[in-house]
Protein backbone atom coordinates (compact mmCIF):
# COMPACT_ATOMS: atom_id res chain seq x y z
CA UNK A 1 0.00 0.00 0.00
CA UNK A 2 1.37 2.86 -0.98
CA UNK A 3 1.48 4.38 2.85
CA UNK A 4 2.90 1.63 4.33
CA UNK A 5 5.88 2.93 5.56
CA UNK A 6 6.92 -0.08 7.21
CA UNK A 7 7.83 -1.74 3.37
CA UNK A 8 10.17 0.97 2.94
CA UNK A 9 12.74 2.09 3.84
CA UNK A 10 13.88 6.21 4.78
CA UNK A 11 14.16 7.23 1.26
CA UNK A 12 10.75 5.53 0.45
CA UNK A 13 11.96 3.19 -1.74
CA UNK A 14 10.10 -0.89 -1.57
CA UNK A 15 12.48 -2.76 0.60
CA UNK A 16 13.81 -6.28 -1.44
CA UNK A 17 10.76 -8.76 -1.55
CA UNK A 18 8.19 -6.16 -1.78
CA UNK A 19 5.80 -5.28 -4.16
CA UNK A 20 3.11 -1.96 -4.57
CA UNK A 21 -0.48 -3.13 -4.09
CA UNK A 22 -3.62 -1.76 -2.01
CA UNK A 23 -4.27 -2.29 1.82
CA UNK A 24 -7.23 -4.23 0.50
CA UNK A 25 -5.36 -6.53 -0.75
CA UNK A 26 -3.15 -6.98 2.24
CA UNK A 27 -6.15 -7.26 4.18
CA UNK A 28 -7.40 -10.07 1.95
CA UNK A 29 -4.51 -11.84 2.85
CA UNK A 30 -4.63 -11.27 6.41
CA UNK A 31 -7.97 -13.06 6.34
CA UNK A 32 -6.89 -16.16 3.52
CA UNK A 33 -3.88 -16.50 5.89
CA UNK A 34 -5.61 -16.80 9.03
CA UNK A 35 -8.38 -19.35 7.32
CA UNK A 36 -5.98 -21.79 6.88
CA UNK A 37 -3.44 -21.78 9.51
CA UNK A 38 -5.34 -20.39 12.76
CA UNK A 39 -5.81 -23.34 15.71
CA UNK A 40 -9.66 -21.84 15.72
CA UNK A 41 -10.35 -20.62 12.02
CA UNK A 42 -13.59 -22.28 12.08
CA UNK A 43 -14.73 -19.94 15.06
CA UNK A 44 -13.72 -16.43 13.06
CA UNK A 45 -16.44 -13.73 12.04
CA UNK A 46 -17.56 -14.99 9.12
CA UNK A 47 -19.70 -11.61 8.25
CA UNK A 48 -16.49 -9.28 8.99
CA UNK A 49 -16.13 -7.07 5.63
CA UNK A 50 -13.30 -4.57 5.43
CA UNK A 51 -15.34 -1.34 6.59
CA UNK A 52 -14.05 2.16 6.04
CA UNK A 53 -12.81 2.18 9.23
CA UNK A 54 -9.91 -0.20 8.61
CA UNK A 55 -8.27 1.75 5.77
CA UNK A 56 -8.60 5.01 7.17
CA UNK A 57 -7.32 4.52 10.34
CA UNK A 58 -2.90 5.04 10.38
CA UNK A 59 -1.67 2.31 8.08
CA UNK A 60 -0.50 -0.50 11.26
CA UNK A 61 -3.26 0.79 13.50
CA UNK A 62 -5.36 -0.60 10.79
CA UNK A 63 -4.00 -3.71 10.17
CA UNK A 64 -3.59 -4.41 13.78
CA UNK A 65 -7.24 -3.38 14.13
CA UNK A 66 -8.02 -5.63 11.24
CA UNK A 67 -5.66 -8.38 12.50
CA UNK A 68 -7.44 -8.67 16.13
CA UNK A 69 -10.93 -8.56 14.69
CA UNK A 70 -10.97 -11.60 12.53
CA UNK A 71 -9.75 -13.99 15.37
CA UNK A 72 -12.11 -16.24 17.60
CA UNK A 73 -14.44 -13.70 19.95
CA UNK A 74 -15.29 -17.54 21.90
CA UNK A 75 -14.61 -17.38 26.12
CA UNK A 76 -12.78 -19.95 27.84
CA UNK A 77 -14.26 -21.68 31.21
CA UNK A 78 -12.84 -18.81 32.99
CA UNK A 79 -15.03 -15.94 31.62
CA UNK A 80 -11.91 -14.92 29.40
CA UNK A 81 -11.51 -14.29 25.87
CA UNK A 82 -10.12 -17.69 24.65
CA UNK A 83 -7.82 -16.10 22.45
CA UNK A 84 -6.28 -13.52 24.19
CA UNK A 85 -2.62 -14.25 22.89
CA UNK A 86 -2.80 -13.70 19.01
CA UNK A 87 -0.78 -10.43 17.92
CA UNK A 88 1.16 -8.15 15.19
CA UNK A 89 3.65 -6.10 14.78
CA UNK A 90 6.30 -4.22 12.14
CA UNK A 91 8.59 -7.16 11.35
CA UNK A 92 11.79 -5.17 12.28
CA UNK A 93 10.77 -4.70 15.70
CA UNK A 94 9.99 -8.37 16.11
CA UNK A 95 13.49 -9.19 14.54
CA UNK A 96 15.16 -7.43 16.80
CA UNK A 97 13.82 -8.38 19.27
CA UNK A 98 13.25 -12.32 18.52
CA UNK A 99 16.80 -12.65 17.12
CA UNK A 100 19.00 -9.68 18.07
CA UNK A 101 18.34 -9.75 21.47
CA UNK A 102 17.82 -6.10 21.71
CA UNK A 103 15.00 -4.20 23.39
CA UNK A 104 14.32 -0.66 23.19
CA UNK A 105 14.15 1.72 26.29
CA UNK A 106 16.34 2.56 29.79
CA UNK A 107 17.68 -1.08 30.52
CA UNK A 108 15.19 -1.55 32.83
CA UNK A 109 12.49 -4.06 33.34
CA UNK A 110 9.29 -2.49 35.01
CA UNK A 111 6.45 -4.02 37.44
CA UNK A 112 2.92 -2.96 38.42
CA UNK A 113 2.03 -3.75 41.80
CA UNK A 114 -0.84 -1.74 41.87
CA UNK A 115 -2.53 0.49 39.19
CA UNK A 116 -4.71 2.74 41.11
CA UNK A 117 -4.01 5.44 42.52
CA UNK A 118 -1.87 5.40 44.91
CA UNK A 119 0.60 3.72 42.19
CA UNK A 120 3.05 1.27 42.82
CA UNK A 121 5.81 0.94 40.06
CA UNK A 122 8.69 -0.84 40.50
CA UNK A 123 12.30 -1.82 38.98
CA UNK A 124 12.31 -5.84 38.29
CA UNK A 125 15.16 -6.08 36.17
CA UNK A 126 18.37 -4.02 35.69
CA UNK A 127 20.08 -4.83 32.67
CA UNK A 128 24.02 -4.40 33.06
CA UNK A 129 25.92 -2.26 30.96
CA UNK A 130 22.89 -0.04 30.06
CA UNK A 131 22.39 3.70 31.54
CA UNK A 132 20.06 2.26 34.78
CA UNK A 133 22.44 -0.15 35.31
CA UNK A 134 25.81 2.55 35.31
CA UNK A 135 23.30 4.96 37.34
CA UNK A 136 22.53 2.68 40.00
CA UNK A 137 19.42 1.68 39.39
CA UNK A 138 18.23 -1.16 41.62
CA UNK A 139 15.72 -3.79 41.71
CA UNK A 140 12.95 -2.96 44.09
CA UNK A 141 13.14 0.54 43.41
CA UNK A 142 9.60 2.61 43.68
CA UNK A 143 9.18 5.02 40.95
CA UNK A 144 8.00 8.01 42.17
CA UNK A 145 7.93 10.40 39.56
CA UNK A 146 9.44 11.21 36.24
CA UNK A 147 10.46 14.20 34.52
CA UNK A 148 10.04 14.48 30.54
CA UNK A 149 12.30 16.11 27.92
CA UNK A 150 10.30 18.60 27.64
CA UNK A 151 10.78 19.58 31.82
CA UNK A 152 7.18 18.52 32.58
CA UNK A 153 7.47 16.78 36.08
CA UNK A 154 4.16 14.05 36.58
CA UNK A 155 3.82 12.41 39.79
CA UNK A 156 3.86 8.85 39.01
CA UNK A 157 1.92 7.51 42.51
CA UNK A 158 -1.12 9.81 42.75
CA UNK A 159 -1.56 11.64 39.19
CA UNK A 160 -5.46 11.06 37.49
CA UNK A 161 -4.97 13.34 34.37
CA UNK A 162 -5.66 11.33 31.30
CA UNK A 163 -3.11 13.14 29.45
CA UNK A 164 -0.24 12.45 32.16
CA UNK A 165 -1.03 9.01 32.20
CA UNK A 166 -1.00 8.31 28.40
CA UNK A 167 2.49 10.72 28.67
CA UNK A 168 3.56 8.48 31.22
CA UNK A 169 2.44 5.46 29.56
CA UNK A 170 4.81 6.83 26.68
CA UNK A 171 7.60 7.52 28.33
CA UNK A 172 8.22 4.32 30.33
CA UNK A 173 7.46 2.01 28.04
CA UNK A 174 7.43 3.40 24.61
CA UNK A 175 10.58 6.10 24.73
CA UNK A 176 12.04 8.02 21.46
CA UNK A 177 15.78 6.74 21.53
CA UNK A 178 17.83 8.99 23.15
CA UNK A 179 14.93 10.65 24.63
CA UNK A 180 16.20 11.90 28.33
CA UNK A 181 14.17 11.34 31.16
CA UNK A 182 14.30 11.99 34.62
CA UNK A 183 13.60 9.47 37.46
CA UNK A 184 12.76 9.71 40.97
CA UNK A 185 13.02 6.60 42.77
CA UNK A 186 12.74 5.94 45.91
CA UNK A 187 14.99 2.78 46.97
CA UNK A 188 14.00 -0.58 48.97
CA UNK A 189 15.36 0.91 52.43
CA UNK A 190 13.49 3.20 53.67
CA UNK A 191 16.02 5.02 55.36
CA UNK A 192 18.13 6.27 52.39
CA UNK A 193 16.53 9.21 50.81
CA UNK A 194 14.34 9.08 47.39
CA UNK A 195 17.60 9.44 44.34
CA UNK A 196 17.12 11.36 41.39
CA UNK A 197 18.66 10.00 37.96
CA UNK A 198 18.22 11.01 34.19
CA UNK A 199 18.57 8.07 31.72
CA UNK A 200 18.59 8.36 27.99
CA UNK A 201 16.45 5.65 26.37
CA UNK A 202 18.07 3.91 22.97
CA UNK A 203 18.13 0.63 22.31
CA UNK A 204 20.68 -1.98 24.38
CA UNK A 205 21.86 -5.28 24.18
CA UNK A 206 19.55 -7.75 26.65
CA UNK A 207 22.11 -9.78 28.48
CA UNK A 208 20.86 -13.30 27.65
CA UNK A 209 21.38 -15.27 31.02
CA UNK A 210 20.87 -13.09 33.98
CA UNK A 211 22.84 -14.78 36.52
CA UNK A 212 24.48 -18.47 36.74
CA UNK A 213 25.77 -19.06 39.97
CA UNK A 214 26.19 -22.06 42.06
CA UNK A 215 24.95 -21.99 45.73
CA UNK A 216 26.85 -23.68 48.86
CA UNK A 217 24.63 -24.35 51.36
CA UNK A 218 25.08 -25.26 55.05
CA UNK A 219 25.36 -28.60 54.83
CA UNK A 220 27.59 -28.47 51.82
CA UNK A 221 25.42 -29.29 49.54
CA UNK A 222 26.35 -27.48 45.88
CA UNK A 223 23.01 -25.99 44.43
CA UNK A 224 23.18 -24.15 40.94
CA UNK A 225 20.89 -21.61 40.05
CA UNK A 226 19.95 -20.00 36.60
CA UNK A 227 17.73 -17.11 35.95
CA UNK A 228 17.20 -15.78 32.24
CA UNK A 229 14.48 -13.39 31.25
CA UNK A 230 13.80 -15.12 27.50
CA UNK A 231 14.47 -17.77 25.19
CA UNK A 232 16.12 -15.45 22.43
CA UNK A 233 18.71 -16.55 20.01
CA UNK A 234 21.83 -16.26 21.77
CA UNK A 235 20.55 -17.47 25.28
CA UNK A 236 21.44 -21.29 23.14
CA UNK A 237 25.16 -20.29 23.63
CA UNK A 238 25.19 -18.93 27.31
CA UNK A 239 22.51 -21.93 28.48
CA UNK A 240 25.78 -24.01 27.08
CA UNK A 241 28.15 -22.22 29.01
CA UNK A 242 25.94 -21.94 32.44
CA UNK A 243 25.52 -25.83 32.67
CA UNK A 244 29.37 -26.72 32.01
CA UNK A 245 29.94 -24.55 34.65
CA UNK A 246 27.33 -26.17 36.79
CA UNK A 247 28.28 -29.68 35.91
CA UNK A 248 32.00 -28.91 36.14
CA UNK A 249 31.18 -27.84 39.96
CA UNK A 250 29.71 -31.29 40.31
CA UNK A 251 25.79 -29.60 41.58
CA UNK A 252 23.06 -31.65 43.24
CA UNK A 253 19.90 -29.39 42.45
CA UNK A 254 19.29 -27.31 40.08
CA UNK A 255 17.18 -23.78 40.35
CA UNK A 256 15.63 -22.33 37.34
CA UNK A 257 14.46 -18.94 37.67
CA UNK A 258 11.56 -18.46 35.12
CA UNK A 259 9.13 -15.70 37.54
CA UNK A 260 9.99 -13.25 34.35
CA UNK A 261 10.26 -15.50 31.36
CA UNK A 262 7.62 -14.76 28.56
CA UNK A 263 9.14 -17.42 26.75
CA UNK A 264 10.59 -17.54 23.22
CA UNK A 265 11.86 -20.15 20.78
CA UNK A 266 10.68 -23.87 22.10
CA UNK A 267 13.74 -25.58 20.48
CA UNK A 268 15.72 -23.68 23.62
CA UNK A 269 13.36 -25.21 25.96
CA UNK A 270 13.33 -28.48 24.81
CA UNK A 271 17.56 -28.19 25.58
CA UNK A 272 17.35 -26.58 28.85
CA UNK A 273 15.32 -29.40 29.20
CA UNK A 274 17.71 -32.26 27.95
CA UNK A 275 20.51 -30.66 29.81
CA UNK A 276 18.93 -30.80 33.44
CA UNK A 277 17.24 -34.33 33.09
CA UNK A 278 18.35 -37.71 33.49
CA UNK A 279 18.87 -39.35 29.76
CA UNK A 280 17.31 -42.42 31.09
CA UNK A 281 14.40 -40.43 31.54
CA UNK A 282 14.09 -38.29 28.09
CA UNK A 283 15.73 -41.01 25.32
CA UNK A 284 13.37 -41.14 22.17
CA UNK A 285 10.72 -39.02 24.37
CA UNK A 286 8.96 -36.46 23.25
CA UNK A 287 9.39 -32.77 24.66
CA UNK A 288 6.45 -31.19 22.69
CA UNK A 289 3.88 -32.02 20.29
CA UNK A 290 2.42 -29.68 18.56
CA UNK A 291 -1.16 -29.85 17.23
CA UNK A 292 -2.51 -27.93 14.48
CA UNK A 293 -6.01 -27.38 12.94
CA UNK A 294 -7.84 -30.14 10.68
CA UNK A 295 -6.93 -28.69 7.83
CA UNK A 296 -3.23 -29.55 8.78
CA UNK A 297 -3.64 -32.79 10.00
CA UNK A 298 -0.70 -33.63 7.92
CA UNK A 299 1.54 -31.47 10.00
CA UNK A 300 0.49 -32.33 13.57
CA UNK A 301 1.33 -36.06 12.29
CA UNK A 302 4.59 -35.03 10.80
CA UNK A 303 8.29 -36.01 12.59
CA UNK A 304 9.07 -32.34 12.10
CA UNK A 305 5.59 -31.58 14.76
CA UNK A 306 7.04 -33.45 17.84
CA UNK A 307 10.06 -31.74 18.95
CA UNK A 308 12.50 -34.10 20.83
CA UNK A 309 14.31 -33.55 23.71
CA UNK A 310 17.31 -32.29 21.99
CA UNK A 311 21.25 -32.75 22.70
CA UNK A 312 23.40 -30.69 20.55
CA UNK A 313 23.66 -27.22 19.49
CA UNK A 314 22.13 -25.83 16.17
CA UNK A 315 24.40 -23.26 15.14
CA UNK A 316 22.00 -21.28 13.96
CA UNK A 317 23.21 -17.74 12.89
CA UNK A 318 22.59 -15.38 15.52
CA UNK A 319 22.91 -18.05 18.62
CA UNK A 320 26.98 -18.06 18.98
CA UNK A 321 26.99 -22.12 18.83
CA UNK A 322 28.56 -24.12 16.26
CA UNK A 323 25.93 -26.71 14.99
CA UNK A 324 26.34 -30.63 16.25
CA UNK A 325 28.10 -29.62 19.93
CA UNK A 326 27.03 -32.12 22.48
CA UNK A 327 25.19 -30.59 25.32
CA UNK A 328 26.08 -30.88 28.48
CA UNK A 329 24.02 -33.13 30.77
CA UNK A 330 23.39 -32.95 34.42
CA UNK A 331 21.50 -35.84 34.78
CA UNK A 332 18.92 -34.71 37.41
CA UNK A 333 15.66 -36.48 38.49
CA UNK A 334 14.08 -33.39 40.20
CA UNK A 335 14.20 -29.50 38.97
CA UNK A 336 13.11 -26.52 40.84
CA UNK A 337 11.08 -23.92 38.88
CA UNK A 338 10.62 -20.39 39.94
CA UNK A 339 7.60 -19.06 38.31
CA UNK A 340 4.86 -16.23 38.89
CA UNK A 341 2.01 -14.95 36.60
CA UNK A 342 4.62 -13.50 34.09
CA UNK A 343 6.12 -17.12 33.27
CA UNK A 344 4.70 -18.10 29.76
CA UNK A 345 4.92 -20.23 26.95
CA UNK A 346 7.95 -21.81 26.36
CA UNK A 347 9.02 -21.74 30.07
CA UNK A 348 5.55 -23.27 30.83
CA UNK A 349 6.66 -25.57 28.19
CA UNK A 350 9.42 -26.60 30.13
CA UNK A 351 7.62 -27.73 32.97
CA UNK A 352 5.47 -29.52 31.20
CA UNK A 353 7.82 -30.95 28.79
CA UNK A 354 9.69 -32.28 32.35
CA UNK A 355 6.91 -33.76 34.10
CA UNK A 356 5.88 -35.63 30.88
CA UNK A 357 8.67 -37.43 31.23
CA UNK A 358 8.15 -37.84 34.95
CA UNK A 359 11.14 -35.74 36.35
CA UNK A 360 10.00 -34.18 39.72
CA UNK A 361 9.34 -30.57 38.75
CA UNK A 362 9.61 -28.73 42.29
CA UNK A 363 7.50 -24.86 41.44
CA UNK A 364 7.92 -22.43 43.80
CA UNK A 365 6.25 -18.86 43.08
CA UNK A 366 3.00 -18.33 41.37
CA UNK A 367 0.48 -19.62 38.85
CA UNK A 368 1.67 -19.57 35.65
CA UNK A 369 0.33 -17.08 32.67
CA UNK A 370 -1.66 -20.28 30.83
CA UNK A 371 -0.35 -20.23 27.80
CA UNK A 372 0.37 -23.96 25.80
CA UNK A 373 -0.49 -22.39 22.61
CA UNK A 374 2.23 -21.33 19.71
CA UNK A 375 3.28 -18.81 16.56
CA UNK A 376 5.00 -19.04 13.63
CA UNK A 377 6.04 -15.49 12.57
CA UNK A 378 4.43 -14.63 9.49
CA UNK A 379 5.72 -11.44 7.56
CA UNK A 380 3.77 -9.45 5.07
CA UNK A 381 4.63 -5.97 3.82
CA UNK A 382 6.39 -5.27 6.99
CA UNK A 383 4.36 -6.26 9.30
CA UNK A 384 4.59 -9.71 11.11
CA UNK A 385 1.56 -11.29 12.12
CA UNK A 386 0.93 -14.20 14.84
CA UNK A 387 -2.19 -16.43 15.08
CA UNK A 388 -2.35 -18.89 17.98
CA UNK A 389 -1.38 -21.76 15.49
CA UNK A 390 -0.62 -25.13 17.45
CA UNK A 391 -1.46 -26.39 20.88
CA UNK A 392 1.49 -27.97 22.50
CA UNK A 393 1.40 -31.37 24.66
CA UNK A 394 4.00 -33.29 26.13
CA UNK A 395 4.96 -36.77 25.71
CA UNK A 396 2.12 -38.23 27.81
CA UNK A 397 -0.34 -36.26 25.58
CA UNK A 398 -0.95 -33.55 28.17
CA UNK A 399 -1.51 -29.91 27.22
CA UNK A 400 -4.07 -27.16 27.20
CA UNK A 401 -2.59 -25.95 30.47
CA UNK A 402 -4.35 -22.28 29.72
CA UNK A 403 -5.45 -22.16 33.77
CA UNK A 404 -1.48 -21.97 33.78
CA UNK A 405 0.48 -24.25 36.15
CA UNK A 406 -0.45 -24.02 40.08
CA UNK A 407 2.57 -23.94 42.44
CA UNK A 408 3.84 -26.75 45.16
CA UNK A 409 4.81 -23.79 47.36
CA UNK A 410 2.60 -20.76 46.58
CA UNK A 411 5.24 -17.51 47.59
CA UNK A 412 5.12 -14.07 46.42
CA UNK A 413 7.67 -12.01 44.58
CA UNK A 414 10.22 -10.42 46.97
CA UNK A 415 11.86 -7.13 45.91
CA UNK A 416 13.20 -6.63 49.08
CA UNK A 417 16.45 -8.78 47.98
CA UNK A 418 18.54 -9.25 44.82
CA UNK A 419 17.70 -12.14 42.83
CA UNK A 420 20.65 -15.03 42.94
CA UNK A 421 20.84 -13.92 46.98
CA UNK A 422 19.69 -16.63 48.88
CA UNK A 423 17.91 -14.76 51.08
CA UNK A 424 14.94 -13.61 48.56
CA UNK A 425 11.99 -15.17 48.89
CA UNK A 426 11.30 -17.35 46.53
CA UNK A 427 15.24 -19.11 46.21
CA UNK A 428 14.91 -19.30 49.64
CA UNK A 429 11.83 -21.45 49.65
CA UNK A 430 13.13 -23.39 46.94
CA UNK A 431 16.45 -24.21 49.29
CA UNK A 432 14.01 -25.18 52.41
CA UNK A 433 11.70 -27.40 50.11
CA UNK A 434 15.60 -29.52 49.18
CA UNK A 435 16.55 -29.68 52.66
CA UNK A 436 13.43 -30.80 54.61
CA UNK A 437 11.46 -31.77 51.93
CA UNK A 438 7.93 -29.33 52.39
CA UNK A 439 7.30 -25.59 51.70
CA UNK A 440 8.57 -23.56 54.73
CA UNK A 441 5.76 -22.47 56.79
CA UNK A 442 5.99 -18.55 55.24
CA UNK A 443 5.04 -20.33 52.03
CA UNK A 444 1.60 -19.52 52.76
CA UNK A 445 1.40 -17.20 55.64
CA UNK A 446 4.02 -14.81 56.08
CA UNK A 447 4.69 -14.49 52.20
CA UNK A 448 1.39 -13.83 51.15
CA UNK A 449 -0.10 -12.23 54.39
CA UNK A 450 2.37 -9.78 53.58
CA UNK A 451 1.17 -9.21 50.02
CA UNK A 452 -2.45 -9.07 51.34
CA UNK A 453 -1.65 -6.39 53.86
CA UNK A 454 -0.11 -4.15 51.60
CA UNK A 455 -2.93 -5.00 48.91
CA UNK A 456 0.31 -6.17 46.65
CA UNK A 457 0.22 -9.17 44.55
CA UNK A 458 3.43 -10.15 42.21
CA UNK A 459 4.09 -7.30 39.92
CA UNK A 460 2.70 -7.31 36.62
CA UNK A 461 5.42 -7.09 33.92
CA UNK A 462 4.87 -4.74 31.14
CA UNK A 463 6.52 -6.38 27.88
CA UNK A 464 5.40 -6.62 24.30
CA UNK A 465 3.72 -9.44 23.22
CA UNK A 466 6.84 -11.02 21.30
CA UNK A 467 7.81 -11.58 24.42
CA UNK A 468 5.42 -13.68 26.18
CA UNK A 469 5.11 -16.21 22.93
CA UNK A 470 6.24 -19.66 21.82
CA UNK A 471 7.74 -20.04 18.71
CA UNK A 472 9.32 -23.55 16.90
CA UNK A 473 12.13 -22.58 15.13
CA UNK A 474 13.65 -18.86 13.84
Known sequence: ????????????????????????????????????????????????????????????????????????????????????????????????????????GYGVDLGILKNEVPRDVRVLVVHEGTPAAQQGVSRGDMLVAVTTASGKRIDVVNTQDAAEVEELNRVLFSANDGEKTGFELKPVDAAQPNRQTVLSAGEYQKPPVQTASVITTDDGAKIGYLQFNGFTLPVESQLFKAVTDMKNQQVQDVVVDLRYNGGGYLYQSAQLAYMLSDTSLTQGKVFERLQYNDKRRRETEASQSQMRFM??????????TKAGQSLPNLGLKRVYVLTSASTCSASESLINGLRGVDVEVVQIGNTTCGKPYGFTAHDNCGMSYFPIEFNGVNDKGVGGFDA???????????????????????????????????????????????????????????????????????
Open 311 to 320: SQTTGTEGTG
Open 404 to 474: GFEPTCKVADDLEHQLGDPNERLLAAALHHRQYGQCPATASTKALGSAAQTGLSDPQLVRSPAQTSKFVLP
Open 1 to 104: APENSLARDAQGNLLSGYRSGSRLIEQSFVRAYLQENYLWYQEMPTSLVVPPAYSQAAYQDGMSSWFRDLLSPQKNANGARKDRFSFAMPTAEWKASSQAGTAS
